[in-house]
């Protein structure tokens, strides 16, 4: 497809041609790409906290004890391991269902788009001679005056005019038309490649938050759908990071599948934008099960819902509070769910609990071996 605009007084927009876009590795198609992508980045990530917390190398920023995690968690590894790859494979056959949904993804067209937006700059100045005259100030004396010396804040103030940026039409040295700023095109690139896209990912974030607070809810206040689904995702009374999505079944199906292909849908992001928010919310899944404070992990950081106050829903003393995740905590905020109080008794009474099974358990075992060198 070709396409060309030109509108009067206006630079005209540039043809295009779309085409199909390639793949974005070339070894792998964008189909399977997306598929596997956000799984890679689970066990990436996960593989590293799993080395942290196997030689202990940051105690100091631990949330739990060692012995913690093998005296109150009610599943083994394995069965954490598990049942993980087992949603894995649920989410990677809905992700190809998914996947189905949605055209072939088209390329080209991008320099036309980016003119679109610079065109809608250069119309929008032409408000600007009547927002200033609301203020007493003449935009067009003060373009005059400065016209010599800044003619692009001059042709601004003047409504978008600028007779000076002239270029010509495929090459042709005798058809001159109007030409865009240098400026307007870096604020339509702008607007284009980054404002947009970060809205909608902005969107998508907050579409799977309010999908999986108020799912994640209904899980804690319905008995039979917590005895039956989300209590196991409890038996980590104390998680870990490959532990995230230690779900059953239904519930990784309902509240993570299902509710990251329906903020993915209310965004309307591209496959491409798609693949970066399913890797990007991955990842901050895996690091709000980490069972770290690291002060130098950026996404514990940049909102207040991180590993350390998701820790505290899996606490029983904070298990019916905090159940925003995985990005803001707006919810828990407006609806009266987030945990308020000092959480450091709470913790310190854990660790101690766990320390004294530990202390049984050696000295029941130093007793055994007793008798038995006695006999």
């Given at each position: 497809?070709?396409?060309?605009?030109?509108a009067a007084n206006l630079p005209p927009?540039?043809?295009?041609?779309?085409?199909?876009?390639?793949?974005?590795?070339?070894?792998?198609?964008?189909?399977?790409?997306?598929?596997?992508?956000?799984?890679?980045?689970?066990?990436?990530?996960?593989?590293?906290?799993?080395?942290?917390?196997?030689?202990?190398?940051?105690?100091?920023?631990?949330?739990?004890?060692?012995?913690?995690?093998?005296?109150?968690?009610?599943?083994?590894?394995?069965?954490?391991?598990?049942?993980?790859?087992?949603?894995?494979?649920?989410?990677?056959?809905?992700?190809?269902?998914?996947?189905?949904?949605?055209?072939?993804?088209?390329?080209?067209?991008?320099?036309?788009?980016?003119?679109?937006?610079?065109?809608?700059?250069?119309?929008?100045?032409?408000?600007?001679?009547?927002?200033?005259?609301?203020?007493?100030?003449?935009?067009?004396?003060?373009?005059?005056?400065?016209?010599?010396?800044?003619?692009?804040?001059?042709?601004?103030?003047?409504?978008?005019?600028?007779?000076?940026?002239?270029?010509?039409?495929?090459?042709?040295?005798?058809?001159?038309?109007?030409?865009?700023?240098?400026?307007?095109?870096?604020?339509?690139?702008?607007?284009?490649?980054?404002?947009?896209?970060?809205?909608?990912?902005?969107?998508?974030?907050?579409?799977?938050?309010?999908?999986?607070?108020?799912?994640?809810?209904?899980?804690?206040?319905?008995?039979?759908?917590?005895?039956?689904?989300?209590?196991?995702?409890?038996?980590?009374?104390?998680?870990y990071a490959y532990g995230a999505l230690?779900?059953?079944?239904?519930?990784?199906?309902?509240?993570?599948?299902?509710?990251?292909?329906?903020?993915?849908?209310?965004?309307?992001?591209?496959?491409?934008?798609?693949?970066?928010?399913?890797?990007?919310?991955?990842?901050?899944?895996?690091?709000?099960?980490?069972?770290?404070?690291?002060?130098?992990?950026?996404?514990?950081?940049?909102?207040?819902?991180?590993?350390?106050?998701?820790?505290?829903?899996?606490?029983?003393?904070?298990?019916?509070?905090?159940?925003?995740?995985?990005?803001?905590?707006?919810?828990?905020?407006?609806?009266?769910?987030?945990?308020?109080?000092?959480?450091?008794?709470?913790?310190?009474?854990?660790?101690?609990?766990?320390?004294?099974?530990?202390?049984?358990?050696?000295?029941?075992?130093?007793?055994?071996?007793g008798k038995a060198e006695a006999k």
């Amino acid at each position: 497809m070709a396409n060309g605009t030109v509108a009067a007084n206006l630079p005209p927009l540039p043809a295009y041609e779309t085409r199909p876009m390639p793949d974005l590795l070339p070894f792998i198609s964008d189909f399977w790409l997306s598929l596997v992508l956000p799984h890679i980045a689970y066990w990436a990530v996960s593989m590293f906290f799993h080395v942290i917390d196997v030689y202990d190398l940051f105690p100091q920023y631990r949330l739990h004890t060692p012995e913690e995690i093998t005296k109150r968690n009610l599943a083994s590894r394995y069965q954490v391991a598990r049942d993980v790859i087992i949603e894995q494979i649920i989410q990677i056959v809905c992700g190809a269902a998914l996947s189905l949904t949605e055209g072939q993804q088209m390329t080209g067209m991008e320099a036309y788009d980016v003119a679109v937006w610079a065109t809608r700059i250069r119309l929008a100045q032409r408000a600007l001679p009547a927002i200033l005259g609301v203020v007493g100030l003449n935009a067009a004396a003060i373009s005059k005056n400065i016209a010599a010396s800044h003619p692009l804040l001059a042709g601004a103030l003047a409504g978008g005019h600028y007779p000076f940026l002239i270029t010509t039409v495929d090459g042709v040295a005798e058809t001159h038309v109007p030409a865009f700023a240098t400026w307007e095109l870096l604020v339509a690139k702008a607007i284009y490649w980054v404002i947009i896209p970060g809205f909608q990912m902005w969107i998508a974030a907050c579409a799977l938050d309010a999908w999986q607070y108020f799912v994640h809810r209904a899980m804690h206040l319905n008995k039979w759908m917590y005895t039956h689904w989300h209590a196991r995702h409890h038996r980590l009374y104390v998680p870990y990071a490959y532990g995230a999505l230690y779900n059953h079944p239904v519930e990784g199906l309902v509240m993570d599948t299902l509710g990251a292909a329906v903020a993915y849908k209310v965004a309307m992001l591209s496959p491409r934008l798609g693949m970066a928010f399913f890797v990007v919310s991955m990842i901050k899944t895996v690091d709000d099960h980490c069972g770290y404070a690291l002060p130098w992990d950026p996404l514990q950081h940049i909102t207040s819902n991180n590993a350390a106050y998701h820790d505290i829903h899996h606490q029983s003393w904070g298990i019916k509070t905090n159940f925003s995740q995985p990005f803001f905590t707006i919810w828990d905020r407006w609806l009266g769910t987030m945990w308020k109080g000092d959480t450091k008794l709470r913790y310190e009474r854990t660790r101690m609990s766990a320390g004294q099974k530990d202390d049984k358990k050696n000295a029941a075992v130093a007793t055994a071996n007793g008798k038995a060198e006695a006999k």
